[in-house]
């Protein structure tokens, strides 16, 4: 008899603590949604003013997340390099290469197209030119294919790890529509349809991972999300927030492309939060950056909205 009210104490305390958690999740969407009406007006006004462009956005937060059009798939430019680094700290952690490896810094790569090869003629990191014919560690070619946006440092990367592994890792940690094809600026490549796609969902996916130290390890991820934060290119989502905002991002963009995708740090003992904004269509990118700009610091509102 003694075990039978046992079993029923027990089968009640979990039926409470079911109601209870339903009843958690209730009050929490009741509170948000205020929260998401606000922030997706705040998009709307703010994409109205670019009628020409196409844009995305994912926030991702311990309660409130939002998307808009975050499925639609953009060329990824530069945020691919997110997935990059990804995979090159999921091999030193695999113990199949070392941060200070050195590789050989040549501007000569295979094109993805096939039958020939291309070297980098565009890219905002020039300093790195200077050590052709030379080595540089791996730490430091992540950093600066992050900090700078080398595509230098990006491609002796890629065809390092490969892009199918890099694909691959970012697949398994939720970039479902990701693909990473190739390097960067293999124009022959672009020219055969093969292009490094990613859409808004995808980038969350992986920043959202590596906040929650999922993406590689704890440890690995912090160096990570060190390396991010030290991203030089800050007119778009860090633009739009309080100056006291750490920021740890990756930006990229490619003609009329212009993309940011972000874990945001606010001071004090605020949680961070994930937020990425893609854009197309904008051919000037002061325009671009405005416009991601005033998305971040609707984001920032919406989700302090209830803290």
């Given at each position: 008899?003694?075990?039978?009210?046992?079993?029923?104490?027990?089968?009640?305390?979990?039926?409470?603590?079911?109601?209870?958690?339903?009843?958690?999740r209730s009050r929490?969407?009741?509170?948000?949604?205020?929260?998401?009406?606000?922030?997706?007006?705040?998009?709307?006004?703010?994409?109205?003013?670019?009628?020409?462009?196409?844009?995305?956005?994912?926030?991702?937060?311990?309660?409130?997340?939002?998307?808009?059009?975050?499925?639609?798939?953009?060329?990824?430019?530069?945020?691919?390099?997110?997935?990059?680094?990804?995979?090159?700290?999921?091999?030193?952690?695999?113990?199949?290469?070392?941060?200070?490896?050195?590789?050989?810094?040549?501007?000569?790569?295979?094109?993805?197209?096939?039958?020939?090869?291309?070297?980098?003629?565009?890219?905002?990191?020039?300093?790195?030119?200077?050590?052709?014919?030379?080595?540089?560690?791996?730490?430091?070619?992540?950093?600066?294919?992050?900090?700078?946006?080398?595509?230098?440092?990006?491609?002796?990367?890629?065809?390092?790890?490969?892009?199918?592994a890099v694909e691959?890792?970012?697949?398994?940690?939720?970039?479902?529509?990701?693909?990473?094809?190739?390097?960067?600026?293999?124009?022959?490549?672009?020219?055969?349809?093969?292009?490094?796609?990613?859409?808004?969902?995808?980038?969350?996916?992986?920043?959202?991972?590596?906040?929650?130290?999922?993406?590689?390890?704890?440890?690995?991820?912090?160096?990570?999300?060190?390396?991010?934060?030290?991203?030089?290119?800050?007119?778009?989502?860090?633009?739009?927030?309080?100056?006291?905002?750490?920021?740890?991002?990756?930006?990229?963009?490619?003609?009329?492309?212009?993309?940011?995708?972000?874990?945001?740090?606010?001071?004090?003992?605020?949680?961070?939060?994930?937020?990425?904004?893609?854009?197309?269509?904008?051919?000037?990118?002061?325009?671009?950056?405005?416009?991601?700009?005033?998305?971040?610091?609707?984001?920032?509102?919406?989700?302090?909205a209830e803290s």
């Open positions: 008899m003694r075990k039978k009210r046992g079993g029923l104490h027990l089968r009640a305390s979990a039926k409470r603590a079911r109601q209870q958690r339903v009843l958690e929490e969407k009741a509170l948000t949604f205020p929260a998401v009406a606000c922030f997706r007006r705040a998009v709307r006004r703010a994409v109205a003013a670019c009628p020409e462009a196409s844009v995305a956005v994912a926030v991702r937060a311990r309660a409130p997340t939002f998307d808009w059009h975050a499925d639609r798939v953009f060329h990824a430019a530069s945020t691919m390099k997110v997935a990059v680094l990804i995979e090159t700290y999921r091999r030193v952690e695999r113990g199949a290469l070392a941060l200070d490896d050195a590789l050989a810094v040549e501007n000569c790569f295979r094109s993805a197209a096939g039958g020939g090869v291309f070297q980098i003629a565009e890219d905002s990191d020039e300093e790195i030119y200077d050590h052709l014919g030379g080595a540089l560690p791996v730490r430091t070619l992540t950093e600066r294919m992050v900090t700078r946006s080398s595509n230098l440092a990006t491609n002796l990367l890629v065809e390092r790890l490969g892009a199918d691959r890792t970012a697949r398994r940690l939720g970039a479902g529509t990701m693909r990473i094809r190739r390097g960067v600026e293999d124009r022959a490549a672009y020219r055969a349809g093969l292009s490094n796609t990613a859409s808004a969902r995808d980038l969350a996916a992986l920043m959202n991972a590596l906040m929650r130290g999922e993406a590689v390890s704890p440890q690995a991820d912090r160096a990570m999300i060190e390396t991010l934060a030290g991203q030089r290119y800050n007119s778009m989502i860090p633009a739009g927030l309080p100056s006291d905002t750490r920021v740890a991002h990756k930006t990229g963009w490619l003609d009329a492309l212009h993309h940011d995708a972000a874990i945001v740090c606010p001071p004090g003992e605020a949680v961070p939060y994930v937020l990425v904004v893609f854009t197309e269509g904008i051919r000037a990118h002061s325009r671009s950056a405005r416009l991601g700009a005033e998305i971040a610091r609707a984001a920032h509102e919406f989700v302090h």
